[in-house]
């Protein structure tokens, strides 16, 4: 089975801190997303990555930057934190370039700024 | 642009019936592909049935359907005999082909709440 985790289940931080999201697959998939989950909106793409070293903006990317050093990995990160980008974070990866590609998450993270 | 939308922010049924949640999608590319995912409390998205542009049949699997309506552009989820495990955050959700490898955009989701 496809496996996405991410590093942390509950996080809470300071307003203006930088903050780091985890996300690692193992299904060698080459695709990676980050979307951010807000009641009433759904899910909101952030910033997404086709290739290692390559990445590409989502519909939402201001006050976000992502890492994609490795293929497994995808990092996503709060420069300064804000208490606006107090969400829950999900990660999830496909394989490429299939059309019925489906998407596997990881568990989310649930981020708290205070 | 693409677009989705489910009309129904949250819904009942009663356990052992059948219930549909609506989706539309706003797209001028013809070739796309359709999406459903399940978001139980837990919080887990779980993906249960898929519908492309081209397909000559509505998707099944087990007791969800989807009710594809092209000309409409609805793509509308059918749960059959609704069990209380049912209940949770419903996600519809679209990929374009034509421009290449684009990302799945998500509709706000609909809450279903199974009633014994």
């Known amino acids: 089975d496809v496996k996405v985790t991410q590093s942390s289940r509950y996080l809470v931080k300071r307003t203006g801190e930088k903050v780091f999201l985890e996300c690692v697959q193992d299904m060698d998939h080459e695709n990676m997303f980050w979307y951010r989950q807000d009641p009433g909106l759904g899910l909101r793409l952030i910033y997404f990555s086709y290739d290692v070293k390559m990445k590409e903006k989502g519909d939402i990317p201001e006050g976000y930057s992502v890492s994609r050093e490795k293929k497994e990995r995808f990092s996503l990160i709060l420069e300064s934190a804000s208490t606006n980008q107090t969400s829950m974070y999900l990660c999830?990866?496909?394989?490429?370039?299939?059309?019925?590609?489906?998407?596997?998450f990881g568990s989310g993270t649930q981020l708290s700024v205070l | 642009a693409q677009k989705i939308t489910q009309t129904q922010p949250g819904m009942f049924v009663q356990e052992k019936e059948a219930v549909t949640l609506d989706c539309t999608y706003d797209t001028s590319d013809p070739s796309y592909g359709l999406f459903w995912y399940k978001q139980p409390s837990s919080g887990e998205m779980i993906f249960l049935i898929y519908q492309g542009s081209y397909d000559q049949q509505n998707a099944t699997e087990g007791r969800y359907s989807l009710n594809f309506q092209k000309a409409r552009k609805s793509a509308n989820l059918v749960i059959s005999a609704s069990q209380l495990g049912d209940s949770a955050m419903y996600f519809c959700a679209m990929r374009e082909f034509s421009s290449g490898n684009t990302p799945l955009v998500f509709g706000k989701g609909t809450r279903l709440s199974v009633i014994a």
């Open positions: 999830a990866s496909s394989l490429s370039p299939a059309r019925r590609a489906e998407l596997f």
